[in-house]
């Protein structure tokens, strides 16, 4: 793993609900050695990546993230858009949301945001990637693409992730060709035991970028009428940011 690639594991391990971290924190996330873990952090806090907590044991995203986060912002980048409806829906639904991003056959979390439920679920950022074609978040994304571009980028065969996976090529294509009919993608038992997921793609055509929202949920919890309603809010939330990709 690059020095860059290492730093950029380390700022997803912060979040809204996770401002600070030690270093025997982002040591156990990454699965690094403390001492190089160690050494990052102070090279990233001495270019301004990261800051000291305020306790003096950890540390917190520094200043220069704010400013790039002003630019990003002020751009109306399709990220800050995508993070924004998921913290909606996050709040109106009580679920965990996240904005993924694809990097090769994977897709990488980018933003979470923690329901109020109490009991949350799904991937947590930190490094963690999904195989694309055993994903919610994934097969949106796969979505936007020819089956023959999906078949060439997964190198002519599925990942098998999973049980709940797709367990073939024309399985994953027929997936795809739903999620093409109906807006969205779904999942479940995917991102582990009683887990469920939905999943749309939003593309700004001015950047050729392409993300995934998601939203997670224990299924045992949510009553059909509730799936219903989280699933027509995700796509009209998706509606919102393709027709609007310039305006807050």
Same mark, same amino acid.
């Given at each position: %793993?690059?020095?860059?690639?290492?730093?950029?594991?380390?700022?997803?391990?912060?979040?809204?609900?996770?401002?600070?971290?030690?270093?025997?924190?982002?040591?156990?996330?990454?699965?690094?050695?403390?001492?190089?873990?160690?050494?990052?952090?102070?090279?990233?806090?001495?270019?301004? *990546?990261?800051?000291?907590? /305020?306790? #003096?044991?950890? @540390?917190?995203?520094?200043? %220069?993230?704010?400013?790039?986060?002003?630019?990003?912002?002020?751009?109306?980048?399709?990220?800050?858009?995508?993070?924004?409806?998921?913290?909606?829906?996050?709040? /109106? @639904?009580?679920?965990?949301?996240?904005?993924? =991003?694809?990097?090769?056959?994977?897709?990488?979390?980018? !933003?979470?945001?923690? #329901?109020?439920?109490?009991?949350?679920?799904?991937?947590?950022? #930190?490094?963690?990637?999904?195989?694309?074609?055993?994903?919610? !978040?994934?097969?949106?994304?796969?979505?936007?693409?020819?089956?023959? =571009?999906?078949?060439?980028?997964?190198?002519?065969?599925?990942?098998?992730?999973?049980?709940?996976?797709?367990?073939?090529?024309?399985?994953?294509?027929?997936?795809?060709?739903?999620?093409?009919?109906?807006? @969205?993608?779904?999942?479940?038992?995917? =991102?582990? /035991?009683?887990?469920?997921?939905?999943?749309?793609?939003?593309?700004?055509?001015?950047?050729?970028?392409?993300?995934? *929202?998601?939203?997670?949920?224990?299924?045992?919890?949510?009553?059909?009428?509730?799936?219903?309603?989280?699933?027509?809010?995700?796509?009209?939330?998706?509606?919102?940011?393709?027709?609007?990709? @310039?305006?807050?």
């Amino acid at each position: %793993m690059s020095s860059l690639e290492s730093a950029v594991g380390v700022l997803r391990c912060f979040s809204t609900s996770r401002t600070e971290l030690t270093v025997t924190e982002v040591a156990h996330m990454l699965s690094l050695p403390k001492s190089n873990v160690s050494r990052l952090l102070r090279s990233m806090r001495q270019v301004g *990546l990261l800051d000291s907590a /305020r306790d #003096g044991r950890g @540390y917190s995203p520094g200043v %220069m993230l704010l400013g790039f986060g002003e630019v990003a912002s002020a751009g109306h980048s399709l990220g800050m858009r995508a993070h924004s409806a998921v913290v909606d829906l996050s709040e /109106r @639904y009580g679920h965990a949301g996240f904005v993924s =991003a694809r990097v090769g056959p994977y897709m990488i979390g980018l !933003t979470h945001h923690a #329901g109020r439920n109490p009991l949350q679920v799904g991937v947590f950022l #930190g490094g963690q990637r999904l195989h694309i074609d055993a994903c919610a !978040t994934g097969r949106a994304w796969l979505a936007t693409m020819s089956d023959e =571009a999906v078949r060439e980028l997964l190198g002519g065969d599925v990942s098998r992730a999973t049980p709940q996976s797709p367990a073939t090529l024309q399985d994953l294509f027929e997936r795809l060709a739903q999620v093409r009919e109906r807006g @969205y993608a779904e999942s479940r038992n995917e =991102a582990g /035991r009683g887990v469920g997921a939905i999943a749309v793609a939003v593309s700004d055509e001015r950047t050729a970028e392409t993300l995934s *929202l998601c939203i997670t949920f224990p299924e045992s919890t949510v009553e059909p009428a509730e799936l219903q309603s989280l699933t027509e809010a995700l796509l009209e939330a998706r509606s919102d940011i393709m027709r609007n990709p @310039y305006e807050r």
